[in-house]
């Protein structure tokens, strides 16, 4: 692990949060996703920092060593982008880059949402920004599509995915959810748990044995209801919050980088959506970049990432 790498926990919106930080510069923040931690970024932290940025790598609410809130309505896009502007208010920082994964990558775009105001430009990998339906929250809309056997499905029930999660050791959950490789949406065959239908499949080149053991450490000490919570506040509390948004456009510069085996990408209609007219024009000031490479993008292919993120860094310096 990096040595240079300064860790310290900050109070914003009401909870502490855990940041990893380097480098001087202007301010950028890294976001990770589920189920994953600062370290997901330990390759970008050098590699911007290296090139005169100041990185701030937090662990989100409810992961590592953040506080972790017990009910699900305190994981809300709200309280995320809240935990943000703390962020941000704590280095004096009126605006920063912004780049996301996963959740940390949905947390990101209505941070700019929100508040475009305090964000120069972002770059979200894996996700793109999704317009609210007017009739019917994203859990259920996924539900119809999938099945009861939908991961987020199945992780609506309190308890019901801790429970399942707890029949592994830690390192064989980090094993199943972070070497995944397939390309279809993740659904269970009937009456399985999707914990037990995950493989744990061999290491790959990108990650080592004590990388994943980092993971399974801090998960073993936090657990996973709070991360499991992220997607219980979708159903309890973001849908109907979000309404004052319906047909809101992100004006921020953005980069989306996404991997063309990344988890439905094809089948789930990914590709033809961020390459449709619709993205296009709730993101109008927009590039998308498709590459070689599954869902941990950051992680699998951490060069090239890092240099996708710098380039456009750089270009919203310039303008």
Same mark, same amino acid.
Not at 204 to 209: A, M, R, T, V
Not at 268 to 283: A, H, N, W
């Given at each position: 692990?990096?040595?240079? +790498?300064?860790?310290?926990?900050?109070?914003?919106?009401?909870?502490?949060?855990?940041? &990893?930080?380097?480098?001087?510069?202007?301010? +950028?923040?890294?976001?990770?996703?589920?189920?994953?931690?600062?370290?997901?970024?330990?390759?970008?932290?050098?590699?911007? &920092?290296?090139?005169?940025?100041?990185?701030?790598?937090?662990?989100?609410?409810?992961?590592?060593?953040?506080?972790?809130?017990?009910?699900? @309505?305190?994981?809300?896009?709200?309280?995320?982008?809240?935990?943000?502007?703390?962020?941000?208010?704590?280095?004096?920082?009126? $605006? !920063?880059?912004?780049?996301?994964? =996963?959740?940390?990558?949905?947390?990101?775009?209505?941070?700019?949402?929100?508040?475009?105001?305090?964000?120069?430009?972002?770059?979200?990998?894996?996700?793109?920004?999704?317009?609210?339906?007017?009739?019917?929250? =994203?859990?259920?809309?996924?539900?119809?599509?999938?099945?009861?056997?939908?991961?987020?499905?199945?992780?609506?029930?309190?308890?019901?995915?801790?429970? !399942?999660?707890? #029949?592994?050791?830690?390192?064989?959950?980090? $094993?199943?959810?972070?070497?995944? @490789?397939?390309? /279809?949406?993740?659904?269970?065959?009937? #009456?399985?748990?999707?914990?037990?239908?995950?493989?744990?499949?061999?290491?790959?080149?990108?990650?080592? /044995? *004590? /990388?994943?053991?980092?993971?399974?450490? $801090?998960?073993?000490?936090?657990?996973?209801?709070?991360?499991?919570?992220?997607? #219980? !506040?979708?159903?309890?509390?973001?849908?109907?919050?979000? !309404?004052?948004?319906?047909?809101?456009?992100?004006?921020?510069?953005?980069?989306?980088?996404?991997?063309?085996?990344?988890?439905?990408?094809?089948?789930?209609?990914?590709?033809?959506?961020?390459?449709? =007219?619709?993205?296009?024009?709730?993101?109008?000031?927009? *590039?998308?970049?498709?590459?070689?490479?599954?869902?941990?993008?950051?992680? /699998?292919?951490?060069?090239?990432?890092?240099?996708?993120?710098?380039?456009?860094?750089?270009?919203?310096?310039?303008?």
């Amino acid at each position: 692990m990096d040595d240079s +790498v300064v860790h310290s926990r900050i109070k914003t919106n009401g909870i502490w949060i855990h940041i &990893a930080e380097k480098g001087r510069g202007p301010l +950028v923040l890294l976001l990770h996703g589920f189920p994953e931690l600062w370290f997901s970024w330990r390759h970008q932290i050098t590699h911007l &920092a290296n090139n005169g940025y100041h990185v701030v790598a937090p662990d989100m609410r409810g992961y590592g060593d953040s506080d972790s809130p017990l009910h699900p @309505s305190s994981y809300t896009v709200f309280h995320l982008v809240g935990d943000f502007i703390g962020l941000l208010d704590h280095f004096n920082q009126q $605006k !920063a880059f912004v780049v996301g994964h =996963d959740w940390g990558a949905v947390a990101a775009w209505y941070l700019c949402l929100f508040r475009p105001d305090r964000v120069k430009g972002l770059v979200s990998l894996s996700v793109p920004f999704y317009p609210r339906s007017p009739t019917s929250t =994203d859990v259920d809309s996924m539900t119809q599509m999938f099945g009861d056997d939908f991961y987020i499905s199945q992780f609506q029930e309190p308890g019901r995915a801790e429970k !399942a999660f707890a #029949r592994y050791d830690y390192l064989t959950v980090m $094993k199943k959810f972070m070497l995944i @490789s397939k390309t /279809e949406p993740l659904v269970a065959p009937p #009456r399985m748990e999707i914990i037990d239908y995950l493989q744990t499949p061999p290491l790959p080149l990108w990650i080592s /044995e *004590e /990388e994943l053991q980092f993971y399974a450490d $801090k998960f073993q000490d936090s657990g996973f209801t709070g991360p499991l919570n992220y997607y #219980r !506040a979708m159903n309890l509390r973001n849908w109907e919050l979000l !309404a004052p948004w319906q047909g809101e456009k992100v004006t921020v510069p953005t980069k989306l980088i996404v991997g063309d085996k990344d988890i439905g990408f094809e089948s789930f209609g990914t590709k033809d959506y961020i390459e449709g =007219d619709v993205f296009k024009s709730l993101v109008p000031n927009l *590039e998308v970049v498709i590459i070689d490479g599954h869902h941990f993008i950051q992680q /699998e292919k951490a060069q090239q990432v890092s240099d996708e993120i710098l380039s456009f860094l750089r270009k919203l310096s310039i303008a």
